[in-house]
């Protein structure tokens, strides 16, 4: 889930071809440009942005910040145990899609490809050590303050050990994506607490935590890691839809032209997508005799785990209408003020990202207790503001997250935004 601040920065200039050798005729061009596509863009005194894609952003960042914080007390937005889709499976990859538009949107404005390559190459190392650095590690906050690299047990991909012998696999116990990742990586390596440990396979208490069931399979407790080897290579195929997204909004001038090729193409992969998880496997049946593959069951069920085709199709169509959504009220309509909020956390989602939703600030408040650790700022605010007076504690935790998270750090974002304070990689 890394992602960077300056990703949907974007200079949308008209071409020397335009302008031609008169020097002139091309300023004028700039002029109309710009002036074309102010609506859209948040007003950056040196670059333009598109507000729509950082309203989008923050979007993401705060759904990131609930289920993460919230999910354990409402199971229905946490992560599927295994097979289905809920609102924590949204995030992963609408930041890809995101991401893909940004890349467009930014080389756009590189035009020497050794440059872009060198960008790219930097870029991709910083993003490699945050994310060892916020993920590969064993940091228990905010109720432990401890970190610490376990170079043996580094989890190198994060952000069952079963013998296969079943071609074509989807279940948990065995199928290739941790096939691969077993083989490459090895047990020491992957995610020790998959989300499957709450499936009624495991446990009685599905779709919430809860104890094994006494004839629960070996698996249950096993390691699987979601952002291995084949799984981000399909991953890349949401970041690759959001490329083509960013390549309309930099090619296609027109509002109402821009939202059509959005919108259609977006509809068109939910269609996809709900059409292969709903339909069952003989549907496909003269397909996969072509591929020799036999199909039980789902065709291709929504599946974060394995990031399969269908959870792509689902996920991308589905952010693809978010943008067309955000783009429409915020761009074309002018309706921009009920977003700045978001629009502040999304250009500044690496700080957030890393302060908020990896836990580290409250972490450092909690180094600051009286007596014992349950006394800290932290504890007290959840446990008195919010929990008590509700009588609930998950309604209390629901609360504690939207103000005591979410709205502070919009407002920390706001103030760095107006200090012209950003964190970029």
């Known amino acids: 889930m890394e992602e960077k601040k300056e990703i949907g920065e974007v200079a949308l200039r008209v071409s020397d071809e335009e302008g031609g050798g008169d020097p002139k005729k091309k300023i004028n061009n700039e002029e109309e440009a710009a002036a074309k596509d102010k609506s859209y863009s948040s007003g950056s005194k040196t670059r333009k942005r598109v507000a729509s894609l950082d309203a989008f952003r923050g979007l993401t960042i705060v759904l990131m910040i609930l289920v993460d914080d919230a999910g354990g007390a409402y199971e229905r937005i946490d992560h599927s145990p295994w097979n289905g889709c809920t609102l924590a499976d949204f995030v992963m990859p609408f930041f890809l899609f995101i991401v893909g538009v940004a890349i467009a949107l930014a080389l756009k404005r590189i035009s020497q490809v050794p440059v872009a390559i060198r960008k790219i190459i930097i870029r991709t190392l910083k993003l490699l050590f945050w994310g060892i650095i916020l993920q590969g590690g064993y940091s228990h906050a905010p109720d432990d303050l401890s970190y610490g690299v376990d170079m043996k047990k580094i989890r190198w991909f994060g952000i069952l050990q079963v013998k296969c012998g079943v071609r074509g696999h989807l279940g948990p116990a065995c199928n290739a994506v941790g096939y691969v990742d077993r083989s490459v ?42 952002e291995g080897l084949l799984s981000s290579v399909s991953a ?55 591929v020799r593959v036999e199909v039980k069951n789902k065709a291709i069920p929504l599946n974060k785990q394995l990031y399969s085709f269908s959870y792509v199709c689902v996920t991308a169509g589905a952010a693809g209408l978010v943008l067309s959504a955000f783009y429409a009220m915020i761009d074309v309509w002018g309706l921009r003020a009920p977003f700045l909020w978001l629009e502040w956390i999304g250009m500044n989602a690496m700080l957030v990202f890393v302060m908020a939703a990896q836990g580290i600030f409250p972490a450092f408040v909690n180094g600051w207790y009286y007596e ?24 209390g935790t629901l609360l504690y997250v939207i103000f005591a998270e979410i709205l502070f750090w919009a407002i920390v974002a706001g103030i760095l935004h107006k200090l012209g304070i950003y964190w970029k990689l």
């Not at 292969?276 to 496997?281: A, R, W």
Request: proline share 6%; with cysteine; net charge positive.
């Open 185 to 226: 990586w090895g047990l020491n390596h992957l995610y020790s607490q998959p989300v499957w440990i709450r499936s009624k396979a495991c446990t009685h208490s599905s779709p919430n935590v809860g104890p094994l069931r006494e004839d629960a399979a070996p698996w249950c407790l096993a390691p699987f890691e979601p």
């Open 236 to 290: 890349i195929l949401s970041g690759t839809i959001g490329v083509h997204y960013g390549h309309v909004l930099i090619h296609v001038k027109d509002h109402s032209e821009r939202l059509k090729h959005w919108l259609v193409m977006g509809i068109a992969l939910l269609t996809c997508g709900f059409t292969l998880h709903f339909s069952n496997g003989n549907t496909l049946f003269s397909l996969c005799q072509i």
């Open 372 to 395: 014992t650790p349950n006394n800290s700022l932290v504890h007290w605010i959840q446990k008195h503001v919010f929990v008590r007076v509700w009588h609930s504690q998950r309604l």
